[in-house]
């Protein structure tokens, strides 16, 4: 229960500080919108011959709704590392408040963020020629995908942002997603890759979360496409989740 | 000003040692106990350990040895209910530049478990005490530095707490901020008997609001009473020479240090401190002895002991503060 209230009241204070900074959020909307315009510019053209994605537009507003997500769970390792330079980290740590609760309510925010976010580059989407063939009730899992791997993510940035208290590690958590979506089908189905890419793809967990969101914009409802989707998140998340609860723990000794 | 009526102590450390990585021992055995209702000061130049004290103390960090009690609770096995009955303000004023002061205030409540109506009540009060009410509604990043360090205080407020540690609580401010902190401090102490263990670099705090002062140098202890008791401790007056060079200074003491009467001498960079008894007789007769040498020197006064020079007996230097509030020894 306290830990409840209190992360509640850290949430809103996440959300609020969020809501007055929108120079923070707006590259992480701009930045994705605009990858998605030259990508689709790019390919569009050649990718239902060169490897049989007809709604190519539909097979990237994935990749832009997940780099948006991937950047907005990013900021949060930015701002506990300035909460732990200006002393406003320690003021929380001296309160009796589950300390628990200071890493829930980022995971939180970040999750409401991260479908905030999301909601504004679906409709884009949409309107740009993506088809969502599971509907409004699609839509709502794809912004529960995104809120879980907003959490799931934004652990990483914590982790490294308690651990070093350094302002300038903690933009790995930015950095970080570059890899993990490069070494994934973002641009390409995972057939056309090299076998040693192809491995590398299988074990990374943004592979299984682009393949259910892409089952359910392009195909329908596919169970098997959503279990693979949601247990990735759910692992990264444990892992990323354990991480930062290390870290806060070193940092509150 | 500064009355005393305690008996129990409410904060204690015992062979406080802590040591960081690479070795490096910030703290080397601290005991002490401050009573309730009373004002300690922690004075020691930058390093000299009094942030890592309170800090532990206040459970943010745990010792390498030794352990302490807050109010008879143990700081490493109940540091969740040491942290209900404190009231902390650390050097840096941790505040959220995004918030206001108001909505600051009323999630430090909130983190306390105060309710809705009480924590609005409670902030209404501590806006008014540390005059911000008009400025509850802006943004923190506006407010200058001295409204930080009140609404600073004022959040280590919010559960009316009866003990509150402040860490440099007006370094950097000017007079008036200072002197508006110091009369808040004096009113909580007086008026609602709230415990206060002050860290400083300004004496003159020290001098004003403390009961009992601890001089830390390199991680101990090296005097402890109030600043009466300190002061008399020296038991002399101090004729201070002031030089040009530290040379000179050197020169001036050895001069002085041929005096009868002369209990001791301090040489500083730009100066030389002799105690001495009767200083009044003591100064013609060192202006003469440095004349004699030829001994170069900018100029002379006497003075009764000082906390200054209580921290100078006791650390071998003067404790000195630059523009930024940067301690430094001389």
């Known amino acids: ?253 | 000003m500064k009355e005393r009526g305690c008996a129990i102590a409410v904060i204690e450390a015992e062979g406080l040692v802590k040591e960081y990585e690479r070795g490096v021992r910030a703290l080397n055995g601290i005991d002490l106990s401050v009573e309730e209702g009373e004002i300690f000061g922690f004075l020691g130049q930058n390093g000299s350990g009094k942030s890592t004290t309170i800090r532990i103390l206040t459970t943010l960090l745990a010792p390498t040895a030794g352990g302490g009690r807050i109010a008879g609770l143990d700081i490493r096995r109940d540091a969740g209910r040491v942290r209900e009955r404190i009231g902390v303000a650390l050097q840096e004023a941790g505040l959220d530049d995004l918030q206001t002061g108001a909505e600051l205030l009323l999630l430090q409540g909130r983190l306390y478990g105060m309710g809705g109506a009480q924590v609005r009540r409670r902030v209404a009060e501590l806006l008014e005490l540390v005059d911000l009410a008009g400025d509850a509604e802006r943004p923190i990043r506006t407010y200058s530095g001295g409204m930080k360090r009140r609404l600073d205080l004022a959040s280590a407020l919010i559960h009316a707490p009866s003990i509150v540690f402040l860490d440099e609580p007006t370094t950097g401010l000017d007079p008036i901020a200072r002197d508006t902190i110091w009369r808040y401090i004096e009113r909580l102490n007086q008026e609602d008997r709230v415990t206060f263990f002050l860290t400083t670099q300004y004496l003159e705090e020290a001098d004003r609001l403390a009961h009992r002062i601890a001089i830390l140098d390199a991680g101990e202890i090296v005097a402890e009473g109030s600043p009466a008791e300190l002061k008399a401790e020296i038991g002399t007056d101090v004729v201070t020479v002031q030089v040009a060079a530290p040379e000179d200074a050197r020169r001036a003491a050895e001069v002085a240090r041929g005096l009868a009467g002369v209990a001791d001498v301090r040489v500083t960079e730009n100066s030389a401190a002799v105690y001495v008894a009767d200083g009044g007789a003591a100064v013609a007769r060192i202006v003469r002895l440095l004349d004699d040498a030829a001994a170069p020197f900018t100029s002379i006064t006497l003075a009764q002991p000082t906390l200054d020079d209580v921290f100078l007996r006791a650390t071998g230097h003067y404790l000195q503060v630059d523009d930024a509030g940067e301690e430094r020894a001389d």
């Not at chain 1, 900074?21 to 239902?48: D, K, R, S, T, Y």
């Not at chain 1, 504004?120 to 309107?127: E, H």
């Open chain 1, 1 to 253: 229960m306290r830990t409840a209230r209190a992360t509640y009241y850290l949430v809103l204070r996440a959300l609020r500080e969020s809501v007055r900074q929108p120079e923070v959020e707006l590259p992480n909307l701009l930045i994705p919108l605009f990858f998605l315009a030259v990508i689709i510019g790019a390919i569009n053209q050649i990718a239902p011959d060169a490897f049989g994605v007809t709604n190519y537009t539909g097979f990237q507003v994935p990749v832009a709704m997940t780099q948006a997500v991937a950047g907005v769970a990013a900021v949060s390792g930015i701002v506990i590392v300035m909460d732990i330079e200006r002393g406003y980290f320690d003021k929380l740590l001296l309160t009796p408040a589950p300390r628990v609760a200071l890493l829930l309510s980022r995971l939180l925010a970040d999750a409401v963020r991260s479908m905030v976010i999301s909601a504004v580059i679906l409709p884009i989407g949409l309107a740009i020629g993506s088809p969502l063939e599971t509907g409004v009730a699609g839509a709502v899992v794809l912004l529960l995908l995104m809120g879980a791997f907003g959490a799931a993510y934004s652990g990483i940035g914590m982790a490294i942002s308690l651990r070093s208290g350094n302002p300038q590690a903690a933009q790995l958590g930015v950095l970080l997603f570059f890899p993990l979506l490069f070494l994934s089908p973002a641009f390409t189905p995972i057939d056309v890759f090299e076998p040693w890419m192809r491995a590398v793809a299988e074990v990374n967990p943004v592979t299984y979360l682009l393949g259910g969101m892409r089952s359910l914009i392009l195909e329908g409802w596919d169970a098997a496409d959503l279990a693979y989707a949601v247990a990735a998140v759910a692992g990264l998340g444990a892992v990323t989740a354990t991480l930062a609860m290390l870290a806060l723990r070193f940092r509150a000794r």
